[in-house]
C-alpha cells in the first residue's frame, strides 16, 4: 500500500509542487528517481538526527562526569577549613552575609581584612573548579 502524497513544506501535494516546478523549470520530472531521493533525503535526515542524538548525550555524560569531579574535588579539598576562618575573621557565617554587608557599605573601613577574606574565598574555589590553577 503506497502511501498518499504529503504536501512539501506544507504548501500543497507533491503532484502540484512538482507540476509548478516543471512549469516554472521547463524540464520534466520523473516521478521515480524523485520518490528515490526523497527515500535518500529522509534517510539522510534520520542519520543526521541519530548524529545528533549521539552527540547531545556524550556531551551530558560529560558534563554529569564533570559534575561529579568537582563534587569529589569539594569534599577532598582541604581550604574549606581557610574560607570558614576567613569568613570568621571578617565577622559572617557564610558568603551570602559577606556579600549582603559588602553591597550595603558596612565593610568600606575594613578594606584589608575584606580583601584577605575574598583572596580565600576565591582561592578554595579555583583550587575546586580548576585545581591546577596554581601551577600556571
Excluded: K
Aim: glycine share 8%; proline share 3%.
Amino acid at each position: 500500500m503506497r502511501r498518499p502524497a504529503a504536501p512539501p513544506a506544507g504548501l500543497g501535494s507533491v503532484e502540484n509542487f512538482l507540476r509548478g516546478y516543471e512549469q516554472t523549470g521547463g524540464a520534466t520530472v520523473d516521478r521515480v528517481a524523485f520518490q528515490w531521493w526523497v527515500v535518500l533525503a529522509t534517510l539522510r535526515w534520520g542519520v543526521i538526527c541519530r548524529y545528533q542524538a549521539e552527540r547531545n548525550l556524550s556531551e551530558q555524560n560529560r558534563s554529569a562526569a564533570n559534575v561529579l569531579r568537582i563534587v569529589e574535588r569539594e569534599l577532598l579539598v582541604d581550604s574549606a577549613d581557610d574560607v570558614a576562618d576567613a569568613l570568621a575573621g571578617v565577622g559572617f557565617n557564610d558568603e551570602a552575609q559577606l556579600a549582603s554587608a559588602i553591597r550595603a557599605g558596612q565593610l568600606d573601613g575594613c578594606s584589608e581584612h575584606v580583601r584577605a577574606c575574598l583572596r580565600a574565598l576565591v582561592s578554595h574555589r579555583l583550587s575546586v573548579a580548576h585545581p591546577g590553577y596554581r601551577n600556571e
